[in-house]
């Protein structure tokens, strides 16, 4: 194909009208969808960096008290050891009310609140 051709081509495409229409709030709702995705990955993002720094500071303090009362740690260690199962289920069932508070809630009420409109 040569330039005289698709010159032809394109302009052809600017004179004729489209086989289809866009509502009059079509690019409110794309943004609308874009921001809801956009802020899924940044809830997400919000949890992750929450846990990261709760789990820091576990071990930051963790080790301090190892330094200054490493008696206290040992036992605290004995009982966890000794308790395992009680234990990672409490630890999984506060994950999981963080992460429903911090993620799945936010998601459940933007789906749930209507698309904004356009006033005017």
Same mark, same amino acid.
């Given at each position: 194909?040569?330039?005289?051709?698709?010159? =032809?081509?394109?302009? =052809?495409?600017? $004179? &004729?009208? *489209?086989?289809?229409?866009? &509502?009059?709030?079509?690019?409110?709702?794309? /943004?609308?969808?874009?921001? +809801? +995705?956009?802020?899924? %990955? /940044?809830?997400?993002?919000?949890?992750?960096?929450? @846990?990261?720094?709760?789990?820091?500071?576990?071990?930051?303090?963790?080790?301090?008290?190892?330094?200054?009362? %490493?008696?206290?740690?040992? %036992?605290?260690? #004995?009982?966890?050891?000794?308790?395992? @199962? *009680?234990? @990672?289920?409490?630890?999984? @069932?506060?994950?999981?009310?963080?992460? #429903?508070?911090?993620?799945?809630? $936010?998601?459940?009420? $933007?789906?749930?609140? *209507?698309? *904004? /409109? %356009?006033?005017?």
């Amino acid at each position: 194909m040569n330039k005289e051709e698709l010159d =032809k081509i394109i302009e =052809k495409s600017f $004179r &004729t009208e *489209p086989g289809f229409q866009l &509502t009059s709030d079509f690019a409110q709702k794309v /943004t609308f969808t874009m921001v +809801r +995705r956009e802020q899924w %990955k /940044t809830d997400l993002r919000e949890y992750l960096y929450l @846990i990261g720094v709760l789990l820091s500071l576990f071990a930051v303090v963790s080790g301090f008290y190892y330094f200054v009362a %490493k008696e206290f740690v040992l %036992k605290a260690f #004995a009982f966890l050891s000794e308790n395992i @199962i *009680p234990v @990672i289920s409490i630890i999984l @069932i506060l994950n999981f009310i963080l992460f #429903a508070d911090r993620v799945l809630l $936010r998601l459940l009420f $933007r789906s749930l609140s *209507p698309a *904004p /409109t %356009k006033v005017g």
